[in-house]
């Protein structure tokens, strides 16, 4: 294997090549060396701007070809047209900022298992429904398929299907794909309508019991990125949302081998009777319109389910209980609706590591903001609560609440409050746009730069340090994500007000009591990598103190 950059003018071994890899970056000039023989390369990877690829015919024996390319101002497209003759490849994949051309025909990939396109296309051809060896296809986006997709009968893998560039009659056809086993559905909220959509979603229905091959199924919008989905508004349906009834209805016998299901821009009205078949399901991502405790007793007999995120349009009529026994391997569960109403009781979700809740606070009052049980959660390591508050009041009301679970950190930003909680160490993390106003007086002492970090990290003590003997510290540092961020870590009680003091201390007593009656294994287990990045002396001999005081 050879790894090529745009200074190297020759290179060794060039006429023994099979691997090559070009590494070109953004000069807008770089030739190959001039030594360098292609006709024997077998596997081709190439990183650079469109007009420096090499003409693609010079690889007459190409089985891999992978290539990243980035047009200009006077390049705005890249034709593959010469791709078809390629008769040994085997796995083409494309990324691009330009427009790619096909050609209108690909009969000659007779061997082409895997074709990947990353950027606009401006046609599919027409006879890529009969490439008789093509296992896996993920196109773009907003493209359209020509219809006779029943002809795919090999494929493994199918993303991204378009409902809303898609017809009808293609839709149907996804259930000759027997073979399926991942398939990647998105929609354009700019080109679907609630008809054209509803009677997607029907026949995606009434198909789906057909792809009894079928682990992985997700949906999501064409205009963000998946990871959008994830931060629908659950106050109220959104331009995003689909109304699922065809598919809670139609499916009579769901994918029995189904892992991965992932519906959240789907709006179902409850929980699909279907859900309770799946098995196999170790990750659910699903929104609907109410919840009652039968559902969540359904979903507690998964016994394969190990992420759930459940997002509920309306407040439940009474309290939703998890019951010891139930969701036995569930590791991560993410819960949002108006009002947080769980329950958890002894046993249940044993071996919970992660929890995370978000709902809304209109009143300072408001019954039920925290959910009942949480220390009946023998194996949660980390929760994090993101509330809408109405005014400052309500946010203190949601403060001194979370306050009594554990110690936190906590960001507010547009009315938004967003409070995160690590039972580690018993310090406390905060995301702030403006470190200087908290509330206390500091005094810097010190600065230091970070391992693998753009920004240094800033140390204060409080400014009471002599006058009260308050040992309160302070870390601050720019992120290097947002540098408008800054993460600050406190360290410590404050002595110099005695009020705030006191509200520190409940929490330090509470943490302390939970760690003291942790196992010998948990308390000197060693931190993770991500942790050790941001613990130094000061930090390892601070949690010393704590130990030997508790």
């Not at 399926?180 to 679907?192: E, I």
């Not at 499916?251 to 789907?266: A, G, H, I, K, T």
């Not at 998964?302 to 407040?315: D, F, K, N, S």
Request: glycine share 6%; hydrophobic share 40%.
């Amino acid at each position: 294997m050879i790894a090529i950059d745009h200074s190297q003018a020759t290179t060794r071994h060039a006429d023994k090549v099979r691997r090559l890899s070009i590494q070109f970056g953004n000069v807008e000039d770089a030739t190959l060396p001039n030594n360098m023989r292609l006709s024997q390369v077998r596997t081709l990877v190439f990183w650079g701007v469109s007009k420096c690829m090499p003409y693609i015919m010079e690889f007459r024996l190409l089985k891999v070809i992978i290539l990243h390319l980035w047009g200009d101002e006077d390049n705005i497209s890249f034709d593959l047209a010469g791709i078809s003759n390629l008769f040994r490849l085997r796995y083409l994949q494309v990324t691009s900022n330009v427009t790619l051309k096909l050609q209108t025909h690909l009969q000659g990939l007779q061997y082409l298992e895997t074709l990947k396109i990353d950027g606009k296309l401006v046609v599919v051809p027409s006879d890529i429904i009969h490439l008789p060896s093509l296992l896996h296809l993920n196109l773009p986006a907003k493209t359209n398929l020509p219809n006779g997709i029943a002809h795919m009968t090999s494929l493994r893998t199918l993303g991204f299907f378009d409902l809303s560039c898609n017809s009808t009659e293609n839709v149907w056809s996804l259930g000759k794909l027997t073979n399926l086993q991942d398939l990647q559905l998105v929609y354009s909220t700019a080109r679907s309508n609630n008809r054209m959509m509803n009677m997607q979603m029907q026949c995606l229905g009434s198909i789906l019991g057909n792809l009894s091959n079928l682990k992985f199924l997700t949906l999501s919008p064409a205009d963000s990125s998946h990871a959008n989905t994830n931060t629908l508004l659950v106050a109220s349906a959104t331009s995003t949302t689909i109304f699922a009834h065809g598919l809670s209805i139609r499916v009579s016998s769901p994918p029995p081998l189904l892992q991965r299901l992932e519906l959240l821009p789907c709006m179902f009205s409850k929980l699909p009777k279907w859900i309770g078949q799946l098995g196999n399901l170790c990750i659910l991502k699903i929104s609907v319109i109410e919840v009652a405790n039968t559902d969540v007793d359904v979903l507690g007999g998964l016994l394969a389910l190990t992420v759930l995120l459940l997002y509920v349009l309306y407040e439940p009529a009474e309290w939703i209980v998890f019951k010891g026994g139930g969701f036995l391997v569930l590791k991560y569960f993410k819960f949002a609706c108006r009002v947080s109403w769980l329950k958890f009781e002894a046993g249940a979700m044993p071996n919970l590591q992660k929890l995370k809740l978000r709902f809304d606070v209109r009143r300072p009052d408001q019954h039920g903001t925290i959910p009942v049980g949480i220390e009946h959660l023998s194996g949660l390591e980390e929760i994090s609560a993101k509330a809408e508050v109405a005014d400052d009041l309500c946010k203190r009301f949601v403060e001194s609440a979370l306050d009594k679970v554990w110690l936190c950190t906590r960001t507010f930003e547009n009315g938004c409050f967003d409070e995160h909680y690590r039972n580690k160490h018993g310090r406390k993390e905060l995301l702030m746009s403006c470190p200087a106003e908290d509330g206390f007086s500091w005094r810097k002492y010190g600065q230091r730069e970070m391992p693998g970090a753009l920004h240094p990290r800033h140390y204060y003590r409080c400014a009471h340090v002599n006058s009260m003997c308050c040992g309160a510290l302070r870390w601050v540092q720019r992120t290097d994500g947002d540098p408008s961020l800054f993460k600050v870590v406190y360290v410590g009680l404050h002595t110099c007000s005695h009020e705030y003091y006191q509200q520190q201390l409940t929490w330090w007593e509470s943490a302390a009591s939970s760690s003291s009656q942790q196992s010998p294994d948990k308390q000197s287990s060693t931190p993770s990598e991500s942790e050790r990045v941001d613990t130094d002396e000061n930090d390892f001999t601070f949690h010393q103190q704590i130990s030997k005081h508790t």
